[in-house]
């Protein structure tokens, strides 16, 4: 490259006021000179080349110097001027850009021609290769070097050297084109970069498909294919290829998804992403190919470990004006950007891809228990297990969503074999309903109901946990002693194992629902028929311990009630003998009294007994022995006593006594009466 030269200011001043007329009069010839080395760097000097004309001069706004002023003041940083040099026939300038490599060359041609205003993509297609797939030098550009000097009219008409008519004669045509690599030098038609001096058997398009295993292997397969199927001849190519690649265990056409017309494949097995990018080289013949992982956590709608694909291949040794795909298999959702289908996340270009999935956080197990107190209490225990990889890579996230103090809960994780379980416990208060991973209850039931409660339990990880999986889930709802589930328990819930009192389920649903009637009692009863049961058995014991101070018992209660009945008798016989003779006397006493008033009375007619009554006669017993009351009847004079009335023999005998009188006669049986 050549430098600017020191020149006095007449000198400067002619070379520009030259470059001015070549540039606004006759308009200026692009030549393109692209100097390439084998690791890819180089420069490309584009020389305008234009004529000189004495009446070009007129044209010049402000002298030569401000055509300088307007090149400096707007030269892109991508490009570095030399000057300009003159001759006696025409004047010159160059510009140059230059690169490290091929992908900052790519860099700086798109920098320039957004500079310039222009949509053009850059597509650049460097072949240096000796391989069966081709063999020589081949390049190809879509752009020209006009089209990176697009911004030089405007530059100088905004700074006013020109007027806008001359805008479109700054330049006239492209010129010379030459590549040069090596020891080589090849020539490109009309002023276009395109030479193609190999042997030309790449293929069409190029589909790489990524599958990750497990921590340590990335299962790779690359699909190749062409429009046309190809000649025996260039199938022979094809195969020395692939059979040239240095990739360990390859698989030749094992991966052919059958899609297009004609399609070749080679797979392997790596364990990383190093690996990976040293195979990707050995592939696609080049180097410098990348391949990363990165992986962070997500909370977006799914629960899960986001993995993002980035890296960069060049298929230019192997694919020609390639068709590129890279394809990720994940299984798992992917991006709005980025094209997705069938669990695969993919992009459309390999130089420069992006790609991202979310795999859903993995539940190696969960483990519900439910126990039932017998005072009819529920507490729940729900162990989540996941491997202890994803949990690092989580930080604290899953503990927080799993955290339950809302519902006045408690949160505990234990690592143990490589997994991490997180054990929520919460008991049955109102609170507990606000924890969106589980619900669970017990209900008391009307009387008259087909069972005395009801229990119910839902697990919803999914909604603290979005959409997450789970390889394997138990449950358990223990009720206590005593209890039991009724008989549709096990109708209602079919995936359920209902037996007695206890309900297990196993399952690959990380969700779980169960809701069935119970019956049995609750603790208060249940001890007050044990506190019943034990007075019982104390009862019968002591009775057979005592039975025969009890029979002793029994006989004397049966006797005392015995003699008390007798003494019940016998005061009823004392007390009706006691009514006779009362009634007994009274006749007596009145009999007597009846007797005296007839003693005391003349005879006569309703009298007395008169001179031939009879008088009273000794009573039988006496020395006399027994009399009898003679004499006629009260008031029949001379005759017999209408009565005879008996005479009481003396108690204790002996000699005849006064007659008594009826009222010692029951006092002196009262004295004798019966015990």
Same mark, same amino acid.
């Given at each position: 490259m050549k430098q600017n030269k020191q020149t006095p200011r007449g000198v400067r001043v002619a070379l520009i006021a030259a470059l001015a007329f070549l540039l606004c009069a006759c308009g200026a010839k692009i030549d393109t000179a692209l100097n390439l080395a084998d690791d890819g760097s180089g420069e490309r000097v584009i020389t305008l080349v234009m004529e000189r004309d004495s009446d070009a001069e007129s044209e010049i706004n402000g002298g030569f110097e401000a055509v300088e002023a307007a090149i400096n003041n707007h030269l892109p940083g991508e490009l570095s001027f030399s000057g300009l040099e003159v001759t006696d026939d025409k004047a010159t300038g160059s510009f140059t850009l230059s690169f490290s490599d091929l992908d900052e060359y790519r860099d700086k041609v798109a920098s320039l021609l957004a500079y310039s205003g222009s949509s053009i993509e850059p597509d650049i297609s460097v072949t240096m290769g000796d391989s069966p797939l081709q063999q020589g030098f081949a390049y190809s550009e879509n752009f020209t070097s006009r089209d990176l000097l697009g911004w030089l009219p405007d530059a100088l008409v905004t700074d006013g050297v020109i007027s806008d008519d001359n805008r479109s004669n700054v330049f006239d045509s492209l010129g010379n084109a030459t590549i040069t690599v090596g020891s080589e030098t090849y020539s490109g038609d009309y002023g276009d970069l395109d030479v193609r001096e190999a042997v030309d058997n790449r293929f069409s398009s190029v589909t790489v498909v990524v599958t990750p295993g497990d921590a340590t292997s990335l299962d790779v397969s690359v699909v190749l294919g062409r429009w046309q199927r190809p000649t025996g001849p260039i199938v022979s190519k094809e195969d020395e290829y692939l059979e040239s690649i240095d990739v360990a265990d390859k698989r030749i056409d094992e991966d052919l998804p059958g899609e297009n017309d004609y399609e070749r494949s080679v797979g392997f097995t790596v364990k990383n992403t190093e690996e990976l990018a040293e195979a990707l080289d050995a592939v696609f013949l080049t180097s410098g190919s990348e391949f990363q992982v990165t992986e962070e956590p997500s909370t977006d709608g799914v629960v899960g470990i986001v993995s993002i694909y980035t890296g960069q291949i060049d298929t230019a040794n192997v694919c020609s004006s390639c068709d590129e795909r890279i394809d990720v298999v994940t299984g798992a959702d992917s991006d709005d950007d980025v094209y997705a289908s069938d669990g695969r996340v993919s992009a459309i270009s390999l130089s420069d891809f992006s790609v991202e999935s979310v795999r859903p956080v993995t539940i190696t197990e969960i483990k519900a228990v439910l126990n039932v107190s017998g005072g009819r209490d529920a507490t729940l225990r729900v162990d989540y297990t996941i491997p202890e990889d994803d949990a690092e890579a989580f930080?604290?996230?899953?503990? %927080?969503?799993?955290?339950?103090?809302?519902?006045?809960?408690?949160?505990?994780?234990?690592?143990?074999?490589?997994?991490?379980?997180?054990?929520?416990?919460?008991? %049955?208060? %109102?609170?507990?309903?606000?924890?969106?991973?589980?619900?669970?209850? /017990?209900?008391?039931?009307?009387?008259?109901?087909?069972?005395?409660?009801?229990?119910? /339990?839902?697990?919803?990880?999914?909604?603290?946990?979005?959409?997450?999986?789970?390889?394997?889930?138990?449950?358990?709802?223990?009720?206590?002693?005593?209890?039991?589930?009724?008989?549709?328990?096990? /109708?209602s819930n079919p995936d359920w194992t209902v037996e007695g009192g206890t309900a297990t389920l196993e399952t690959s649903d990380s969700a779980v629902s169960f809701t069935a009637a119970a019956k049995g009692m609750t603790t208060t009863a249940l001890v007050v028929r044990i506190v019943l049961s034990v007075l019982l058995v104390i009862a019968i014991v002591l009775a057979i311990l005592f039975r025969k101070k009890i029979a002793a018992s029994v006989r004397k209660a049966r006797t005392s009630s015995q003699m008390k009945a007798v003494q019940e008798k016998a005061a009823q016989a004392k007390a009706a003998s006691s009514s006779a003779l009362q009634s007994a006397g009274a006749q007596w006493n009145a009999a007597l009294a009846q007797q005296d008033q007839q003693a005391s009375t003349p005879g006569g007619p309703n009298g007395a007994a008169g001179p031939g009554s009879s008088s009273p006669q000794p009573l039988a017993g006496s020395p006399g022995g027994q009399q009898q009351w003679r004499g006629g009847p009260a008031g029949n004079p001379g005759g017999p006593s209408a009565s005879t009335l008996p005479v009481a023999p003396p108690i204790g005998g002996g000699a005849a006594s006064a007659a008594p009188r009826p009222e010692d006669w029951s006092a002196n049986f009262s004295e004798h009466s019966l015990m």
């Open positions: 930080g604290d996230i899953i503990a %927080e969503l799993l955290d339950p103090s809302v519902a006045d809960g408690t949160l505990t994780t234990k690592d143990a074999d490589g997994l991490r379980t997180y054990t929520v416990e919460l008991s %049955e208060p %109102e609170k507990s309903f606000q924890y969106p991973a589980a619900t669970f209850g /017990l209900v008391e039931m009307q009387s008259g109901g087909d069972g005395d409660y009801r229990i119910r /339990l839902s697990l919803s990880p999914q909604e603290a946990l979005g959409g997450v999986t789970a390889e394997k889930t138990s449950a358990e709802i223990q009720l206590p002693r005593f209890n039991s589930f009724t008989e549709d328990a096990a /109708l």
